[in-house]
């Protein structure tokens, strides 16, 4: 590889390109990486980690107003959104400077510029620069996706909303996924006046259809307004700055705010990858094989860029297979099955392995169980919101095929549970299992 610049270029600094860059470096190779927006990607600067700040940020909310049933005192209270925008911004700016010294420490050479391919072993920098690599790997990511209708620009999305000068009085969130009912939860808390629009008639499609049910109804008890079916046909400006959405059932809709939260294409746009013959999906997304590479045999893809999983773990360990595979003599792939995943939403939901649907389609003995309970922090904050366990079993040995959580802190209950679900235990080893009391988590050993 030594007529070449070096031995792997990578576009984008994300996740997913900044572990391939560590790892391949570690295998000893030479390796630049360029990066036209900020190093640490989406996640890192406009995605789960601020996004999950907000959300601690919000609950506070709760939190004081559930804190005088525990004997505290919290007359004279008042949140300032500018401290909790500029501390995220801040955090934000620690993480990109860590992210940064990784790879330094690692010798990557990082282009603060865009970089487009130019060939199979040939990419151009917009300083004008070309420079020639044995491999190149996209990176990229995804970027959130706008709809072709009047006055869309008027809105914005998760890559803006971190930065507002000042929270809005209303806001309209279009979507019905976890971005869209993340962000409901924060601005909901923070009094916001909430309405969350999807033209379906379902939000969260591919979770537990009881669970997202349950949500539903937490949501509209705290003040959210859901309307399902329901899509936009324009939007105008008006003289005070407010917008007033038409939507195309003949309502409209006035708001200070609308964000786009309705999915995210694959950033692969304008990459020069149709040029030099990479294979790319109607949506944009770079095509691979399960060794991360496209038809292009020194071109390879990693993360959001390739729409197989779009989560940012995923993302990172795709990188490292990709640069253990290539540089360092240890082919391997990852394996997509048993995949856990959250949604910050208020309450949280989290979730494992088969919904209740999926296992009846695929097996034919499915058994429920369940555990529908109010935690006790929320009996005696005088709080009725419910939390509800959920757990799918298979088979004469009823192994669990799939745990489905809503209520406070599932994410952090979920991930041990997980390996768990992934390992093919059963019913009865959870049984099996003494309870750890008094906590959430032991209804998940304790399910009838």
Known sequence: MAEFEYDLFVIGAGSGGVRASRIAA??????????????GGTCVIRGCVPKKLLVYGSHFAEDLRDAQRFGWSTAGATFDWNILRDNVAAEVNRLEGLYGQTLGNNKVEVFRERAVVTGPNSVRLASGREISAAYILIATGAWPSVPEIAGAGHGITSNEVFSLPALPKRAVIAGGGYIANEFAGIFNELGVKVSLVTHGDRILRGYD?????????????????????????????????????????????????????????PHS??????????????????????????????????????????????????????????????????????????????????????????????????????????????????????????????????????????????????????????????????????????SMSEELVLMK
């Open 209 to 265: 259809d009881e669970i997202v049910d349950r949500l539903v109804d937490i949501s509209g008890h705290k003040g959210i307004d859901i309307r399902f079916n329901c899509s936009f046909k324009s939007i105008a400006k008006q003289d005070d700055g407010s917008l007033m959405i038409e939507t195309n059932q003949g309502e409209t809709i006035e708001t200070d705010l609308l964000l786009w939260a309705i999915g995210r294409t």
């Open 26 to 39: 570690s295998h000893g190779a030479r390796v630049a990486v360029a990066e036209e927006h900020r190093v």
């Open 269 to 438: 746009k304008g990459l020069g990858l149709e040029e030099v013959g990479v294979a790319l999906g109607k949506d944009g997304s770079v095509q691979v094989g399960d060794d991360n590479r496209t038809n292009v045999p020194c071109i390879y893809a990693v993360g959001d860029v390739t729409n197989r999983v779009q989560l940012t773990p995923i993302a990172i360990r795709e990188g490292h297979a990709f640069a253990d595979s290539v540089f360092g003599n240890n082919p391997r792939t990852v394996n997509y099955d048993c995949i856990p995943t959250a949604v910050f939403s208020n309450p949280p939901i989290a979730s494992v392995g088969m919904t209740e649907t999926e296992a009846r389609a695929a097996h034919p003995d499915v058994k429920i169980y369940k555990s529908d309970f109010r935690a006790m922090k929320n009996v005696l904050a005088d709080r009725n919101e419910r939390a509800l366990y959920k757990m799918v079993v298979a088979g004469a040995n009823e192994r669990v095929v799939g745990l489905h959580l809503i209520g406070p802190d599932s994410g952090e209950i979920l991930q041990a549970a997980a390996i768990a679900v992934k390992a093919g235990l059963t019913k009865q080893d959870f049984d099996d299992t003494v309870a750890l009391h008094p």
